[in-house]
C-alpha cells in the first residue's frame, strides 16, 4: 500500500519509517503485524496492546503518548481518520459508487457489487459500516489495483451526505427511496429527500441512478429504474418464485434469489448501472448469481427443524409493509406466523406509523401475527382482531412458537435494536 504510505506522509508532515502496511484497522482485537490502528472513542486505552502486536502506526487523540515515534497524536482521531481517507481516495484510480436511500441500501450494495465483481475487481462496505466512521474507514480498505470501491451512506442528521460524499469522491450515485426512516431528527419525507439528493451534486446526471417511481425521486435527472413506461429502464413480468424473483429489464429476462419486489428493484439498480459499465447481460447474470447478501435480509434459516425468514435488521414503514407484502405472495404449503416489532427513530407520531403497519397486515392473508415492543403495544389498544397476539418478550414467543406455531413458516422484522434474531 505505497500510496497510502505516502498519504500518512502528506497528511501528518512527517516522513514515517514504514515499508509494509498489512491494513488500517478501528478494533484493537483485530491488528495485526504492520497494520495501522487508528483509535477512536475508548480505543486509545489499548494502545500499547496493540503496539505490543507489531503496529506499524498508531492514529490517537491522547498526548500522553506524545513522545512515542510510533504514535500520532491528533485534536480529533474520527476527522483525522477522515482527513486520511479522503487524501487516499484522491491517489486512487478506483471508481466510487456512493449509494443511500430510506431503504435498501445494504442489498443493493451487495447487488452491485456482486455484479461488477463478475468482470472487475470490486470491494464493497462491510455490514452497515455507512456512516462518518465507517465511510472513511472502508476508504481506507481500498487497494491501489481495486477498480470499484461500492460505497454504502447513511444518515439521520441534515449535513452527512455532503460529508461523505467529499471524503469518498464519488464517481457514480445510487438513491434507492425517500421513506419515513430517521424521522425523530428530519421530521418529514420532504427533509430526508432534500437531504438524500445532495448526492446528485458530486456527479454528472448520466451518472445517477434512482428508483423512478418514488414520487421524489422522479424529480431528479439521471438514470430512472422502475415500473412506470416513463422510466429509462423498465422492469416487466415480475414475479415471485420458490428461487427468487424473475423478472424482465428492458425486455431482457433476469432471476434474483432474494425474494421481494422491493428486492426486484434493488436488483434491477444494480443491472442498469451493470449495463452503462459495459457488463453484458451474461455477465450481470452471473454477478446476480454470486450475490453474498450481508446477514438478516430475506435470510431464510432452518434451525431445530423451524423454518425462519429473517428480515430484522432493520425496519421503517416502507420496508416493513413490504416484507409483510413479499411474505404474504410467496407460496407455501405451511402456515405462516409474522413477528412484527417496534420501529425506532419515527418521531413524534410514531404510533401512528405502528398503526399503519398493523392495518396493512391485516390486509395479507398471512394467518397470525406476533407483536413485540412498546408501541406495538400501544398501536394493538386500536384492534380486535384473533389473529393478533401481543407478547411481552422475546422468551415468551420462543415458548409460543415451540408450543403452537412449529410448522408453520416464521417471519421476522422490526428494527435492529428488537435483536428478533435472538428468537431463532
Not at 420462543?398 to 435483536?419: A, C, P, T, V
Amino acid at each position: 500500500m505505497e500510496k497510502l504510505i505516502e498519504t500518512l506522509n502528506e497528511t501528518f508532515g512527517k516522513i514515517f519509517e514504514i515499508n509494509h502496511i498489512s491494513k488500517v484497522e478501528i478494533d484493537s482485537r483485530k491488528i495485526g503485524k504492520d497494520d495501522v490502528f487508528i483509535a477512536i472513542n475508548n480505543g486509545k486505552n489499548y494502545i500499547q496492546e496493540v503496539l505490543d502486536k507489531g503496529a506499524s502506526l498508531v492514529i490517537c487523540d491522547d498526548s500522553h503518548w506524545k513522545n512515542n515515534n510510533k504514535v500520532i497524536v491528533v485534536e480529533d482521531s474520527i476527522k483525522a481518520m477522515q482527513l486520511l481517507a479522503k487524501n487516499y481516495r484522491q491517489k486512487l484510480n478506483t471508481k466510487i459508487i456512493g449509494i443511500t436511500g430510506s431503504e435498501g441500501k445494504t442489498t443493493t450494495k451487495d447487488i452491485i457489487h456482486g455484479v461488477l465483481s463478475s468482470k472487475y475487481k470490486a470491494k464493497k462496505t462491510l455490514g452497515n459500516y455507512n456512516n462518518h466512521i465507517g465511510l472513511p474507514f472502508t476508504i481506507l480498505q481500498l487497494k491501489e489495483d481495486d477498480e470499484f470501491g461500492v460505497i454504502e451512506m447513511g444518515m439521520s442528521h441534515k449535513g452527512e451526505i455532503p460529508i461523505l460524499c467529499e471524503i469518498a469522491g464519488i464517481d457514480y450515485g445510487v438513491i434507492t427511496n425517500i421513506g419515513d426512516s430517521h424521522l425523530e431528527f428530519m421530521i418529514n419525507r420532504d427533509n430526508v429527500f432534500e437531504e438524500k439528493s445532495q448526492i446528485k451534486n458530486y456527479i454528472p446526471k448520466e451518472n445517477l441512478f434512482i428508483f423512478g417511481d418514488d414520487v421524489y425521486l422522479s424529480k431528479l435527472l439521471g438514470n430512472k429504474i422502475g415500473f412506470n413506461s416513463e422510466n429509462n429502464f423498465i422492469i416487466n413480468n415480475y414475479t415471485e418464485t420458490s428461487e427468487g424473483v424473475k423478472f424482465s429489464l428492458n425486455n431482457e429476462n433476469y432471476l434474483f434469489k432474494l425474494n421481494g419486489k422491493h428486492n426486484c428493484i434493488n436488483a434491477s439498480i444494480a443491472i442498469s448501472l451493470g449495463l452503462s459499465l459495459g457488463l453484458s447481460k451474461e455477465e450481470i447474470q452471473t454477478g446476480l448469481d454470486s450475490v453474498q447478501v450481508t446477514p438478516m435480509r430475506f435470510e431464510k434459516i432452518v434451525k431445530n427443524g423451524i423454518f425462519y425468514i429473517n428480515d430484522a435488521y432493520n425496519a421503517s414503514p416502507v420496508s416493513m409493509k413490504a416484507s409483510l407484502e413479499t411474505f404474504n405472495n410467496i407460496k407455501f404449503d405451511n402456515k405462516k406466523l409474522a413477528i412484527i416489532a417496534d420501529m425506532g427513530e419515527m418521531g413524534a407520531d410514531e404510533i401512528k406509523y405502528h398503526k399503519d403497519v398493523i392495518d396493512f397486515a391485516l390486509t395479507t392473508e398471512i394467518d397470525n401475527f406476533i407483536l413485540l415492543g412498546e408501541r406495538m403495544k400501544k398501536a394493538l389498544e386500536n384492534f380486535n382482531d384473533e389473529r393478533l397476539i401481543f407478547c411481552n418478550s422475546k422468551e415468551e414467543i420462543k415458548e409460543l412458537i415451540n408450543k403452537k406455531y412449529k410448522d408453520n413458516i416464521i417471519l421476522l422484522k422490526g428494527s435492529n435494536f428488537n435483536h428478533l434474531w435472538e428468537i431463532i
